[in-house]
């Protein structure tokens, strides 16, 4: 939590985030700088309005040689400062009031047995799948010693992606899930890092079919499923060596002509095999090739114009992800570079990366999974530093939440 003299001087109000992480010494020293500041105002915090959020449940405060942590509310300043309290009580992540009641009962470090056989029954084998599920993992060096093993492990070589940063402030990048180099190889399994609709949300995870450039590509709508997405085994496919006539190529689009979702060129066709995508050569025929060589003369020209844009290869991911009426569904999008931006409160820019929204995704971070919606993950807490939530990070312990989490009874009966 960083706040400038300037924000203590002339701000009418502040709005601490994560207040569970802001030690009780710093709060009491910020109230007593502003109290000084802005004299003669009796008032606390100097008059400023403060507006605190967080949950006192999650990590507490950082300390030094393992010091007791003193959470903000337990500084004399919280009493005179904050007046009113809002408890919000409604669960948007998780549907299933059983796992609700569980998840809080944790939390408030007594579980009851029916909470207890609910997490133990989530440690079980799952069903087979190409997309692995998740580990999430307390430690940051557990996270990159599994994903740089698995993706060492893949026979194809590397693909790095350098992120282009600028900005004034560079250092506040290091907070961004965009990597400044990313490596990704064929096979590698990937998450997606932002929000694109009810599909692809932060969260869905694929496995990386090749590297392309756009124009190699044929995009499309999808020909079968509901709204929410392709029924699994049914993505975008055509036969191998197949002709499309131009009856057939209603719904069938050229990537320039594709309207485009952000930094993603969405369903991709695919050959029967499931990874081969089809070119653009692939859905032409005979009776086509005169608009054929009109379309190459227009993208040439747009070659010509977009040249270091389209000179690069992107990711072919393609992410598995839950559908709506049960089952799984499954989608080829090729992934560009996306940007991601530092504001301060007035909106102006600080610091900006131009990057794949993709991160590796065999492991990750219970710290970074916070916000995430991942559809398959493994968690083991033998390990755990803490007591921290990751279990509250999957959406419902039903089948259709592939989860598999190994929870010590030690931890439980010292919980409770």
Known sequence: MKVSVYCLLLYSRLNPETVSMVDGHLFQQLHDIAT????????????IQIIV???????????????EPIFAFESPAWASTIENTVNLRHVFRQKSS?????????????????????????SRPLPPSPILPTELYPLRAQVAQSNASRLNALPSPKVP??????????????????EERLELKIDAQVMLIKNVDDVLVNGVVGRVLGFYLPQQLVSGTPTTGTSSGLKLGSTNVLPANSKVSSASTSSVKSPTETKKNGALLRYVQLLEDGRTPVSVSDVKNKENQSAVKSEVKTTKKLKQSKEAEESERYPLVL?????????????AVLIKRD???VEDAEGKLLARRVQLPLILAWAMSIHKSQGQTIH???????????????????????????????IPRKLLLTLR
């Open 36 to 47: 000084t500041l802005r004299k003669p105002t009796p008032k606390s915090f100097g008059g």
């Open 53 to 67: 959020t967080g949950d006192f449940f999650q990590l507490p405060p950082v300390t030094k040689s393992n010091q």
């Open 98 to 122: 059983t796992l609700v009641s569980a998840l809080n009962a944790l939390r408030l470090g007594a579980p009851s047995d029916e909470a207890i056989t609910l997490f133990n029954s989530l």
């Open 161 to 178: 992606y350098v992120a282009r940063d600028s900005g004034t402030k560079p250092k506040l990048l290091e907070n961004l899930l965009a």
């Open 319 to 331: 992410f598995e992800y839950p559908l709506q009426d049960g089952g799984y569904g499954s989608e």
């Open 339 to 341: 940007e991601f931006k």
């Open 376 to 406: 398959r993950v493994k968690v083991d807490l033998g390990r755990v530093f803490e007591k921290v939530t990751s279990p509250s990070r999957e959406r419902r312990p039903s089948k259709d939440c592939k989860c598999s989490v190994s």
